[in-house]
């Protein structure tokens, strides 16, 4: 009697940490799914670097897929663009590469893969919203630095990216849609002036300890 006591009161014991090991596994998986991240709806959020393979792709230029990574493939598909437009071929997205791609994209230029000239348009924007653009955009930060990542949404944009060619050191700052183009605003708005500006934007666009 005393052993047959002794087996059931293990079985219990064993049955009963099961059950906390099943709640506790639970509790985490439940706690992991709560701290998911929703981007507002009304944000235009656009991958910087996916944009440009996705320009690079439509000019025959292939940087070997629109994965949203900046690999060897890719920079050798910018230096090939920017031989083919008489750029300097650093390999670098600075303001003229990526108003040119942006150009020869949206003209249906086939600038890697063809031969002869294909007139490029330009469009001109004369009041109301700003466009959405790398190109756009890139004209209201110092000539130099490189765009990253960029979120639009209600006139205002986000935009984080790295300081000159050497890429040593990161920017943040937000822009203002204003008569059709981008007024950078910097980080004021990061603090108490923040109203009205969605939150997608001031992540993007204050720096980590502001945002």
């Known amino acids: 009697m005393t052993i047959a006591a002794g087996v059931a009161a293990a079985v219990l014991v064993l049955a009963a940490c099961g059950k906390d090991k099943q709640e506790s596994s639970a509790s985490t998986t439940t706690a992991a799914a709560s701290g998911t991240t929703v981007v507002p709806s009304n944000a235009a959020t656009v991958r910087y670097d996916e944009q440009i393979q996705q320009w690079l792709t439509e000019v025959g230029c292939n940087p070997g897929g629109v994965d949203g990574v900046i690999g060897p493939h890719t920079e050798a598909a910018i230096v090939e663009f920017q031989q083919a437009e008489g750029l300097a ?17 949206q003209a249906g230029k086939k600038v890697c893969s063809t031969t002869g000239t294909t007139a490029s348009t330009t469009t001109t924007t004369t009041g109301g919203q700003a466009p959405c653009t790398p190109t756009a955009l890139v004209a209201a930060i110092p000539q130099g630095d490189v765009i990253t990542g960029y979120v639009c949404a209600d006139g ?41 500006i969605a939150p997608a934007v001031l992540e993007m666009g204050c720096p980590p300890e502001q945002g």
């Open 89 to 105: 071929a650093n390999g670098e997205m600075d303001a003229a590469t990526t108003k040119a791609l942006e150009a020869a994209a």
């Open 156 to 196: 205002y944009a986000g935009v984080t990216g790295t300081v000159g060619s050497g890429a040593t050191s990161t920017f943040h700052v937000v822009l203002k849609s204003e008569n059709g183009a981008w007024t950078n605003l910097g980080d004021e708005p990061c603090g108490a002036a923040s109203a009205g």
